[in-house]
């Protein structure tokens, strides 16, 4: 843990972010008195993706309406 005065990092925030090490903290102090604590995030997990399995829908679909395929009325002359 570092305590810093206020002087210091006002112009030098991005500096002290970047050598901050992840889950450290600088306590930031006027006139020696606390005002303020940063602290550095731990690094984002990365979420696994894994590849789709191919077939684990299979059943899913319950119900297939008779005129699923044919044009809607009013359609007619979208089509070639």
């Known amino acids: 843990m570092t305590t810093l005065d206020i002087q210091q990092v006002a112009g030098h925030l991005t500096e002290i ?4 090490p ?3 903290e ?8 606390p005002i303020a604590t940063i602290r550095a995030a731990e690094p984002a997990q990365r979420k696994h993706r894994r590849a789709p399995q191919f077939g684990t829908m299979r059943g899913s679909i319950l119900y297939i309406a008779p005129d699923f395929d044919e044009i809607p009325e009013g359609f007619e002359e979208y089509l070639p």
Request: hydrophobic letters at 35%.
């Open 17 to 20: 972010l970047d050598k901050l």
């Open 22 to 24: 992840p889950g450290e």
């Open 26 to 33: 600088v306590i930031v102090t006027r006139n020696d008195q």
